[in-house]
């Protein structure tokens, strides 16, 4: 049978890719303005013609690289037709589109033949890209639409016909062209070249050297390395699992030669990976999304969610320093160590990213001060031999770029098709209602069966397109329950990401053993325990929103000092050590005191800081008196 080598597409590919960086950058700087329609539909198109050329529809041919049956270059042939039709087909007519009547006009042949062609390609590309998680939602919420009529109650939607289905999922602007791929063809591409820029350049290197030398001297300083190292690399690229290979592969062997096991070492980077997502300014572009999901101002957003990012930090860093304190690791090995002169002579390299931060604090629009850093990552690395962009650079920086995007553009597609989903048959109203009546029974249950509603909606997902997912349905479900926009967006985004580091479907954790050698579930486990903050956080403040720096200043400063405290008592709980070894008694006492402290209130302030210094006189006096039996 004739066979066809798919590597020798690549010159097609980075010729594509560049097009779209071309046509991104010139509509996110205002050079080129088309309808937004237009722009999304382009984006997807050459999207989804860059997947059916480069990603192999069969597994054993991405997983080992090798010539391909000549049929399946025919079946990729097939649907880059289908993709540039339906999506060029947007593009071309979208002033006749905007005169039509929604739900009115009809849908000729040709329009439903293109729509459902463009809901298979993005339903085949999310296959390719993100696996099975968010297709058999999709698959599920398909079905939902055609055969939901026939459920019972509040499930139960009034029937709807296939014209109205393809007609609202890929002519209207609520469904595929929606705000999700809105913002996977407006911001979220500049950051992820911003981030292409830094880690090709190797500007990004900077930010782990600068973390040995800050914990050369550290107890467990290798682990500390990979939190900030991680921490800032993250928050930058937008995907934990990306970042677990692309910051891990020096953290990990580095937590492993200084003699954690490797379970530690893997979980470890999964957690501080995963935390960048949260980390304000950029929370892996979904603050943008947020701030415009929400109608509210970005910086608003930044300061709700700096607290619970640095709790969340707070109680990892602990956690590893008590680990170390078991195990007797000391800081960074001296030959990793960079010389402080040469350090002191790249930190420019720090620039684009305050440069960034600067221009988003100063008014500056979100677009242009990205702009303004990807710019910045250009001219600066043209000081150093080491960082200029030459032609393979570029290249590099191009396929790098082209290549991140695909799958969340991908999958911001896919959510797309759930969205109008929901929207038409009205199931958000359903879930709302359904969830309500819970919410009237125990807060408590409501809660806990919200967050795993939004755990296993964003296994297997890139976070982005997963807050987006969770944001549909479960943000207005704790509004409608009196709670703060910006807290109920926050709770649904810290269990979406969460679900990477949950097992049993833990991606980013999975991520973190295999970059280890170390068993998955291990990991997996390790992991849950390292991020419980991320997992106990987002219920105080739904209760108490002083932990999103809201409300009197002397009340958020009062939450804030004993949460800082209920985390690190937390973390002594957890990996039963403060000064010495503790016993059953001091942990189950350092828990107490940590959920305590931690959860804002005078009473619950008491009574943590009251088991706090009980476990603390107690271990001093063990500390003292080797010896002494204190029990």
């Not at 209207?172 to 996977?184: C, F, Y």
Request: net charge positive.
């Amino acid at each position: 049978m004739p066979t066809f080598e798919r590597k020798k597409l690549r010159p097609f590919f980075l010729v594509l890719a560049a097009v779209l960086c071309v046509f991104q950058l010139s509509t996110s700087a205002g050079l080129y303005t088309p309808n937004p329609m237009v722009i999304r539909s382009v984006h997807l198109g050459i999207i989804l013609t860059l997947i059916f050329m480069w990603r192999p529809p069969l597994r054993e041919y991405r997983v080992n690289p090798k010539p391909e049956p000549i049929w399946i270059f025919l079946w990729d042939i097939m649907f880059i037709a289908m993709s540039v039709a339906s999506c060029g087909y947007i593009a071309t007519h979208e002033p006749q589109l905007m005169d039509r009547m929604a739900q009115i006009d009809e849908l000729d042949a040709t329009q439903l033949l293109l729509g459902a062609a463009c809901i298979i390609s993005i339903l085949e590309a999310t296959r390719r890209m993100a696996g099975n998680a968010l297709l058999i939602v999709a698959c599920i919420a398909l079905a939902y639409a055609f055969w939901g009529d026939v459920l019972p109650g509040n499930l139960g939607h009034y029937p709807l016909e296939f014209q109205r289905v393809v007609e609202t999922i890929y002519l209207l602007g609520d469904g595929i062209w929606g705000a999700s791929i809105g913002s996977s063809a407006g911001i979220i591409f500049v950051f992820i070249l911003f981030g292409s820029l830094l880690n090709k350049t190797g500007m990004a290197n900077v930010f782990l050297e600068l973390a040995c030398l800050l914990t050369r001297n550290a107890v467990g300083g290798p682990a500390k390395v990979a939190i900030f190292g991680s921490c800032l690399f993250g928050s930058v690229s937008g995907s934990a699992a990306g970042n677990v290979f692309a910051t891990g592969t020096f953290t990990i062997p580095l937590m492993k030669r200084v003699g954690y096991k490797p379970e530690f070492a893997g979980a470890v980077e999964a957690v501080a990976s995963s935390g960048g997502l949260i980390m304000p300014p950029v929370m892996g572009s979904i603050a943008f999304v947020m701030a415009e999901y929400t109608n509210t101002s970005y910086l608003a957003i930044c300061k709700a969610a700096l607290l619970p990012a640095c709790l969340y930090y707070l109680c990892l860093f602990m956690m590893i320093h008590f680990q170390a304190l078991r195990q007797n690791i000391r800081g960074t090995p001296p030959d990793l160590v960079p010389e402080r002169k040469k350090l002191l002579r790249k930190l420019y390299h720090l620039s684009p990213l305050v440069l960034l931060i600067v221009a988003m604090t100063s008014g500056f629009s979100i677009n242009y001060a990205a702009l303004g850093a990807c710019l910045s990552v250009v001219v600066l690395s043209c000081f150093d031999k080491d960082t200029r962009i030459g032609v393979k650079r570029l290249l590099d920086i191009i396929q790098d770029a082209a290549s991140n995007i695909l799958m969340i553009a991908t999958c911001c597609a896919c959510v797309g098709v759930v969205i109008a989903v929901v929207t038409m048959t009205g199931f958000g109203f359903s879930f709302v209602s359904i969830m309500s009546s819970i919410a009237q029974t125990s807060i408590w249950l409501f809660l806990l069966l919200l967050m795993v509603a939004c755990i296993l909606f964003g296994m297997g997902l890139p976070a982005l397109p997963a807050y987006l997912l969770v944001a549909t349905f479960g943000a207005p479900v704790l509004v409608n329950a009196g709670v703060p926009l910006i807290a109920a967006h926050l709770f649904v985004m810290y269990y979406a990401i969460s679900s990477g580091i949950t097992p049993p479907v833990c991606l980013v954790a999975y991520a973190g053993a295999a970059v280890a050698d170390a068993p998955p579930m291990k990991t997996g486990l390790t992991s849950f325990r390292l991020g419980i903050c991320g997992f106990l956080v987002p219920f105080f403040f739904i209760f108490e929103p002083s932990l999103l720096l809201m409300g009197e200043w002397h009340t958020v400063l009062t939450s804030t000092a004993t949460a800082v405290f209920g985390v690190i008592c937390l973390a002594s709980s957890l990996q039963g050590r403060l000064f010495v070894e503790s016993d059953k008694l001091e942990r189950v006492c350092m828990l107490i005191a940590g959920v305590s402290l931690v959860y804002p209130g005078f009473m619950t302030d008491f009574l943590g800081l009251g088991l706090a210094l009980f476990v603390l006189l107690r271990q001093r006096m063990r500390k003292s008196s080797p010896g002494m039996d204190v029990s």
